[in-house]
Structure formats: C-alpha cells, structure tokens
C-alpha cells in the first residue's frame, strides 16, 4: 500500500478520460488498434495534462492553507493558463509570472490568464533558472507581508497525477478485445513522463512507453525522468520499483531543431489528424509526438497486434496565439 491515498488532492479531472477509437486513420493506413486518449478533453479551461498536476499542487496549497499561489512559464504556457483556471475555482489569488518582455505578443499570448483572474508579471527575457529565482523571491516578499505562498510546478508531487492516469488507461482497456501496448507521451521536462512510467512499473508494465522528444536530447530527457521516478517513488514510499530504462523507448527524429521550433511532419499531423479525426493538435507538444506516433503505424514498425495509442495532453488554447507561425503552412488541400 503507497501513501499515495494519504495525499491531499483537490478534485479536477472527471475520469476517465475519453479513449477514442482513431478509425479513419485505421483505415487509411490500413493499422489496426489505434487509440488517443482524450486528456485535452476536461472540464477545465479546455483540459490538459498539468490538469491532472495541478490536483495535487491545489491539494499541497490548500493543506499550507496558503491564500495565494505563483506559477511561471512562458507567454505561451499551458501550467500557467491552467493554474490561472484552477486556483481561481479553488479561490486562491493568482500570480503568473511569464519570461517574456510585455509586449504585445506576449499579451496576446497570455490573454486568457487575465480572464481567469490571475495578475501576470512580465520578467523580460531571461532564462528558466533566473525566472525560478524571481518567483522564489516574489514569494519571500509575500510572506513578509503576512501572505501564505504557494509556487506550483514541484515535479514529483506532480508526477503523481499521471501515476492515476495510467491505472485509469489500464483499467479502460480491459474493455477492448485487446488492450493497449503501446504509450506515446510528449518526452519534455519530465513529470508527466515519469508519473506515468512509475504507474505502469506498479501496474507490472502492461505498456509500453514510447517518449517523444521535444525538447531534449536523449540523455539529458532520460536523466530528468528517472530524478523524478525516483523522488516521487520515495515520496509514496515505495521501495525496490526501480526505474527500469530498458522500458522506455524514446524517439529523437521528431524534434527539429529543437524546443518550440516547427518542423514540416509536426505540421503534416496538425492537418492529418484535424482533417481525419477532427483533432486540434498544438505544434510544440501534440504534433510532434502524434507525428511520431502516425510514422510508426504508417511505417508498420509495431507489430499489428499491439494495438498503440496517443496521449493528447491538451495545450489547444496555445495554437490561437501561434497564428504567426502558421503562415508559411500550405493549408488549401493538395
Ligand atoms: C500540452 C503539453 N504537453 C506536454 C507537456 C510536457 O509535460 P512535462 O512538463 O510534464 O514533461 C506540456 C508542458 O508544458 C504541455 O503543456
């Protein structure tokens, strides 16, 4: 028994999710077994993965009794906008500190932060590290004028909402003839990842996990994941799953040249999938994970008895503020 059920939690996410059968893209290929599961389908703010994170940093805030939580990311930042969302239905104050100069842009971007009722701080252009310092300091600041603080984004704690999410996928699929093999996940910071590969190590690897990368290279993306397998497997206090490298696939070619940067078959799948399925796929996360995702069925390069499925992690609201880069993309059908 872990200390997972002993964990403060502030309810988000109704589970579970949706898991869609993708048949015109079965069709097409000529694939059987393809599935996405809908985590950008939640009742919050469009859904998303840090949905599920976010239960139980708000679980965390509200056992400090804090009165006020900070969040930083990006203009861009789907953890901020959720939070924004998610703190102001749980009645905490808000602040959302983005690394990014006030202009235009960046507001544009941030847009539905201020609509949920979170106050947004414009650091300037400086990099992730500088940015945790002013959040660290804002919220010295705070405590000195009697506030309760509370900064979101600890990974392990975190990590534990996709922990649930891949007991919630196990269960789904004792409702198919043949249950789900392989996992795809964005490969990115880490906590997401992580989560759900400590939830399938529990489970006695029913999946197989498939990491994407968007962001790092191979080693620097398998070295933060197992740091956060292993703190939040110490945080439940569970001894001897270690984690098991030899279990995690991850995939490089889909990255381009490097974070947040487009690449043409990340822009392929955004029209494959809205096309084919109706799906909204963002470019810096989904797209390049369903791209990887779609070259592997198209490819055959998974035994057809080994039904495969996506795990769409939401971010949609982030493709308004991107109207910019989409203008180089052919979108009037060949
Ligand atoms: C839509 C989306 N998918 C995936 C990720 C990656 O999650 P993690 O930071 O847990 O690796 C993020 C992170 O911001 C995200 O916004």
Not at 182 to 192: A, D, I, K, Q
Not at 212 to 223: I, K, N, P, T
Not at 237 to 249: E, H, L, M, N
Request: proline share 5%; net charge positive; hydrophobic share 45%.
């Amino acid at each position: 028994m872990t200390r997972l059920v002993d964990l403060p939690r502030y309810e988000l996410v109704p589970r579970p999710t949706l898991l869609q059968s993708l048949q015109r893209t079965e069709a097409a290929l000529r694939r059987p077994g393809l599935f996405v599961k809908r985590d950008d389908l939640m009742a919050i703010a469009m859904g998303g993965n840090k949905l599920r994170s976010l239960e139980y940093w708000l679980g965390a805030a509200q056992q400090m009794k804090a009165d006020i939580v900070l969040v930083a990311g990006t203009a861009l930042s789907n953890l901020c906008r959720l939070t924004a969302a998610a703190a102001s239905m749980a009645g905490f104050e808000c602040v959302v500190f983005h690394n990014a100069p006030d202009d235009a842009s960046a507001r544009r971007a941030s847009f539905l932060n201020r609509i949920f009722g979170a106050s947004v701080r414009y650091l300037g252009p400086i990099d992730e590290h500088q940015r945790a310092q002013a959040v660290e300091a804002a919220a010295v600041d705070l405590a000195r004028q009697g506030r309760r603080p509370y900064i979101v984004g600890d990974p392990a704690l975190g990590a534990l909402g996709y922990l649930r999410a891949a007991e919630e996928l196990s269960e789904q699929c004792r409702e198919l003839r043949r249950p789900i093999r392989h996992v795809f996940l964005p490969g990115s910071m880490g906590t997401t990842e992580a989560g759900f590969i400590l939830g399938n190590a529990l489970l006695g690897y029913p999946f197989e996990v498939h990491l994407v990368s968007v962001e790092y290279q191979e080693a620097e993306l398998r070295e933060r994941v197992r740091k956060i397998y292993d703190s939040a497997a110490a945080l439940i206090g569970i001894d001897g799953v270690r984690f098991d490298g030899a279990r995690v696939r991850c995939h490089m070619g889909f990255r381009g040249a490097g974070y947040a940067l487009p690449t043409r078959a990340a822009e392929r799948a955004i029209l494959t999938f809205a096309r084919a399925e109706g799906l909204l796929l963002e470019p810096i996360y989904s797209a390049k994970t369903f791209a990887c995702f779609l070259d592997l069925a198209r490819r055959g390069a998974l035994p057809a008895a080994e039904p495969m499925c996506v795990i769409h992690t939401g971010g949609v609201p982030s493709l308004f503020g991107q109207f910019e880069s989409f203008r180089d993309l052919a979108l009037d059908p060949p």
